[in-house]
């Protein structure tokens, strides 16, 4: 007899934990207060028009992708996604604009428009932050269950790379000078409820990331990310 497992709450993490569990051969049942499912990924409508109620964007598809082929599907096939280009632009208070794009050329002029020196400091912060997230990956990916996990003699040779002791902004002087690009490749923190002057230097993979794997636009909006994985739940 299979075992039979309850999960409280239809958000990002109750639905992925439904769908691991399901292909694992456990019998889910999700239970969910709203009449909707998303939780913060959720989305309301008015006059015609649909609003993200939480994330706006979509970053690093490629581990929501294994999630859905744990299902026996994909990502793409469930919820079409674009790739923005550019991802933003930032207007900064203090005079200046950075259009942000993911296409490398076009972003170091665009760092030139507002600070010419900071443009070599670009592909050194790539080059950088793909090696630690190369080597950080098998950590992100594991379970920290107590603390005799953070004592891993793997996530302790790192210790240099990550450099707990600084904050992405700290981390970001040894590439820009200008504090507004700084600011451009460090507000991501936010994304994690954390100011860029207090947040580990570890994130810095974020705005990596951005550049990396692309800022993507899931077509429907981002609740139709949970709605699509809600289906196959």
Not at 61 to 78: K, M, N, S, Y
Not at 105 to 110: D, I, P, Q
Not at 209 to 223: D, K, N, R, S
């Amino acid at each position: 007899m299979s075992k039979q497992v309850i999960i409280i709450g239809a958000g990002p993490g109750g639905l992925a934990s439904a769908i691991l569990l399901a292909a694992a051969g456990t019998r889910v049942k999700v239970i969910e207060r709203l009449p909707f499912v998303g939780g913060r990924t959720s989305s309301i409508e008015a006059d015609g028009y649909k609003f993200d109620l939480g994330p706006t964007f979509f970053l690093y598809p490629r581990v929501l992708d294994e999630i859905f082929r744990a299902a026996g599907t994909t990502l793409r096939d469930e919820v079409p996604m674009e790739r923005l280009d550019p991802q933003y632009r930032i207007q900064f208070g203090g005079g200046g604009v950075l259009d942000c794009t993911p296409n490398i050329e076009r972003m170091e002029k665009s760092i030139a428009a507002l600070a010419p020196s900071d443009v070599p400091g670009f592909r050194r912060f790539l080059d950088e932050n793909r090696a630690k997230l190369r080597a950080m990956e098998p950590c992100l990916e594991s379970p920290f269950l107590g603390w005799q996990d953070l004592i891993n003699p793997r996530l302790l040779k790192m210790l240099p790379m990550i450099r707990p002791h600084q904050s992405v902004e700290t981390y970001l002087k040894r590439f820009f000078k200008d504090q507004r690009v700084r600011l451009a490749f460090c507000f991501q923190s936010k994304y994690l409820g954390m100011s860029p002057f207090r947040c580990p230097s570890l994130f810095s993979i974020l705005s990596y990331l951005e550049y990396e794997q692309g800022v993507w636009h899931p077509i429907g909006g981002c609740a139709a990310v949970t709605e699509g994985m809600a289906r196959v739940a």
